[in-house]
T-cell receptor, first 112, second 109 residues
Framework: KAGVTQTPRYLIKTRGQQVTLSCSPI?????VSWYQQTPGQGLQFLFE???????NKGNFPGRFSGRQFSNSRSEMNVSTLELGDSALYLC???????????FGPGTRLTVT | AQRVTQPEKLLSVFKGAPVELKCNYS??????LFWYVQYSRQRLQLLLR??SRESIKGFTADLNKGETSFHLKKPFAQEEDSAMYYC???????????FGTGTSLTVIP
C-alpha cells in the first residue's frame, strides 16, 4: 500500500496570508489526524476527522480549520498566518479498528 | 492537562551503554501506550506498542500502571538508535492520541 502523502512539502508564506495543506491517507483508512510539530512543543494535536466529521479537536485557535472529503482525503487551512505558525505539519491516518497511526512526511510551513 | 510527560528533552549515551527513555502518563482509564521514533530525514514511525509486548530493534517497554509509566529501554545502545523518540497515549474512549514533547537521543561512538 502507498503511504500517507502530504502536499506541498514546503511552503513559505507571509504574515496575514492563509494556507491550505493537503493529506491523502493510506487506502482504506478513514481516520485522518493533523499535528503541529515544533522543536519546543513536540507534537501537538490539531484535530481528527473520520467519515468527513471532526471527531476530536485540540487546543488551537479558530484560525486552524480542516475538512475531510468522501474519499478520506483531508485538508487543513490556516488563516491570518502568524510567525508562530511556522512548523512542520504532520498528517496521520489509521483504521479505527487498530490503534496505530501512520504518518506522512509533513509539510514544512515557514511564515515570514 | 498534559497527559504524556517525557522529562528529558535531550539524552546522550555512549555506544554499548544501556539507555532508558522515560515516559509518564496521566489517564484514569486503560489507555494504549506507544513509542514512536523519528530518524533524521525520515517520517515518524511506530517503534512499539504496549499491547504487543514485543522487542523491536532491541527496545522494550513495559507498562507500569502503578507508576503510570511506559519507559523505553535498550541494554546496549547503537549509533543507529540516534533519533527523536515520542511516547504516545491513546484514550480507550474517543480514540484521541496524546504525544509527549519527545526525547532526542544521541548515541556517542
Amino acid at each position: 500500500k502507498a503511504g500517507v502523502t502530504q502536499t506541498p512539502r514546503y511552503l513559505i508564506k507571509t504574515r496575514g496570508q492563509q494556507v491550505t495543506l493537503s493529506c491523502s491517507p493510506i487506502s482504506g483508512h478513514r481516520s485522518v489526524s493533523w499535528y503541529q510539530q515544533t522543536p519546543g512543543q513536540g507534537l501537538q494535536f490539531l484535530f481528527e476527522y473520520f467519515s468527513e466529521t471532526q471527531r476530536n479537536k485540540g487546543n488551537f485557535p479558530g484560525r486552524f480549520s480542516g475538512r475531510q472529503f468522501s474519499n478520506s482525503r483531508s485538508e487543513m487551512n490556516v488563516s491570518t498566518l502568524e510567525l508562530g505558525d511556522s512548523a512542520l505539519y504532520l498528517c496521520a491516518s489509521r483504521n479505527l479498528g487498530g490503534g496505530e497511526q501512520y504518518f506522512g512526511p509533513g509539510t514544512r510551513l515557514t511564515v515570514t | 492537562a498534559q497527559r504524556v510527560t517525557q522529562p528529558e528533552k535531550l539524552l546522550s549515551v555512549f555506544k554499548g551503554a544501556p539507555v532508558e527513555l522515560k515516559c509518564n502518563y496521566s489517564y484514569s482509564g486503560s489507555p494504549e501506550l506507544f513509542w514512536y521514533v523519528q530518524y533524521s530525514r525520515q517520517r515518524l514511525q511506530l517503534l512499539l506498542r504496549h499491547i504487543s509486548r514485543e522487542s523491536i530493534k532491541g527496545f522494550t517497554a513495559d507498562l507500569n500502571k502503578g507508576e503510570t509509566s511506559f519507559h523505553l529501554k535498550k541494554p546496549f545502545a547503537q549509533e543507529e538508535d540516534s533519533a527523536m523518540y515520542y511516547c504516545a497515549l491513546r484514550e480507550n474512549t474517543g480514540n484521541q492520541f496524546y504525544f509527549g514533547t519527545g526525547t532526542s537521543l544521541t548515541v556517542i561512538p
